[in-house]
């Protein structure tokens, strides 16, 4: 490949990137340029976050304008032709507090926002409803303690098909290969939700870059985040550890509806029978947090055992 060929590449990126930076968050989050950035997503944390990361590129960049340059600068005006006796000084006073002090100026000034944003991302205080989150080889638990409902998510048949070698089917002719499942997470927009997450098994890692979440699913641990989506939509993401042959077999597909029709679906897997009872709470039927919220009732033993062990003919029967 030729240089200016090089050269006319990076200035296609560098072309890009800052029209994904003059873009507006729903712009961003709609467009294709969020394949080569990180989505602005749909939740308000996601947004601050992309804030965050988008600052420090530009401050990245300058620094990196302002190292390189001063280099090509000291190779040209210093180069052995125009200098052929160097100088032969051993220290600079001025420079050395120079860069001791400004380094540590754009710690702080990055360090604040930063320490901001991440104060947010873990208080998960005044939640709607708490999720719990269950990564077991390949497949996630979802229980909502606080209505008694719960199932597993496995990958959807038509991608496990496509995936077997030598099924004569093109992974192109599924819709959302690898990205599906045949039980999505169901959350009403409009609402902090609560996640509690964790594992039976291996290390997993619930991610969906939409709704600013990522977060390890560690065995013996619980790990905590939130979110609260305020687009209507079906967000999807992956497990983001590698955890064993059927990683890449392993999709999140968060579906955000509203709130009449969150109800009507809590009803529905209740009445197929989608349920488990860590206590007195009837399927269906929501326990207010002011009131005794089961949220942070997480799996029982029994039932995790049971979830991981469910038959694939049957994944959502608990």
């Keep these: 490949m030729s240089i200016l060929k090089r050269f006319g590449e990076a200035l296609a990126l560098a072309a890009l990137a800052l029209s994904t930076a003059a873009c507006s968050p729903t712009d961003v989050a709609l467009s294709k340029n969020a394949y080569w950035n990180l989505p602005t997503g749909v939740t308000s944390l996601s947004r601050e976050e992309w804030g965050l990361h988008m600052m420090m590129f530009w401050v990245c960049v300058a620094i990196a304008i302002v190292v390189f340059g001063a280099m090509a600068y000291e190779l040209v005006a210093f180069r052995r032709s125009k200098h052929p006796v160097p100088a032969k000084f051993m220290e600079n006073s001025t420079i050395e507090i120079a860069w001791t002090i400004v380094p540590f100026l754009i710690l702080v000034a990055t360090a604040l926002p930063a320490a901001n944003v991440l104060v947010k991302a873990y208080n998960t205080s005044d939640q709607y409803m708490t999720v719990n989150i269950t990564g077991t080889q390949w497949r996630w638990v979802y229980q909502y303690p606080d209505f008694g409902v719960g199932y597993i ?17 093109s992974p192109k002719s599924v819709p959302h290969y690898l990205r599906n499942v045949d039980h999505e997470m169901v959350v009403p927009v409009g609402k902090k939700i609560r996640l509690l997450i964790t594992s039976v098994d291996v290390m997993h890692g619930w991610a969906v870059p939409d709704l600013g979440v990522r ?95 469910a038959p694939t003919s049957a994944p959502n029967a608990l």
């Design 215 to 309: 977060k390890d699913a560690n065995p013996g641990i619980i790990n905590e985040a939130w979110f609260n989506a305020d687009r209507i939509g079906t967000y999807r993401g992956n497990c983001s550890v590698l955890c064993g042959r059927g990683h890449g077999f392993m999709p999140v597909v968060v579906k955000v509806v509203s709130m009449a029709d969150f109800k009507t679906w809590i009803a529905a897997e209740a009445k197929a029978g989608h349920t488990f009872n860590p206590g007195s709470v009837n399927p269906g039927t929501r326990i207010d947090p002011k009131n005794g919220s089961l949220g942070d009732a997480i799996l029982k033993e029994p039932w995790v055992k049971s979830a991981s062990a």
């Design 153 to 169: 998510s496995s990958i959807d048949a038509a991608s496990d098909a496509a995936s077997v070698l030598g099924s004569g089917i």
